[in-house]
């Protein structure tokens, strides 16, 4: 079974936050940390066979709502940090199926 990776983003719901430790005068006005949010029950591009595998799967990554939730700070651009997070949730799904 094969997945369209454009619409699967579509589902995806993004926020940005603080980043938290140190850093310059800079890191407690910006939000540059971004944190992705997948509702896996809710999702429409997944067939319900995908749905249960990516379940077992990543059952240890999953809140108790199948919420599937990633961080990621590791730039001080917002859109670098979207784009490195999309790109692990992408590599979590393949993985998972």
């Known amino acids: 079974m094969i997945i369209n990776a454009d619409t699967l983003i579509k589902e995806l719901s993004f926020k940005a936050i603080r980043s938290s430790g140190s850093g310059g005068q800079h890191v407690n006005k910006v939000s540059s940390k971004i944190e992705l949010s997948f509702n896996l029950q809710g999702s429409l591009v997944l067939s319900d ?6 379940i ?3 059952k240890n990554r999953l809140t108790k ?9 590791e730039s001080r651009s917002q859109h670098k940090n979207k784009t490195l997070v999309t790109q ?3 590599q979590l799904i393949k993985g998972g199926l």
């Not at 066979?49 to 990516?54: C, S, V």
């Not at 709502?65 to 700070?73: A, G, K």
């Open 65 to 73: 709502d199948l919420v599937l939730m990633l961080q990621c700070d």
């Open 56 to 58: 077992v799967t990543l």
């Open 88 to 90: 692990r949730f992408l």
């Open 49 to 54: 066979a995908q749905k249960e595998r990516l």
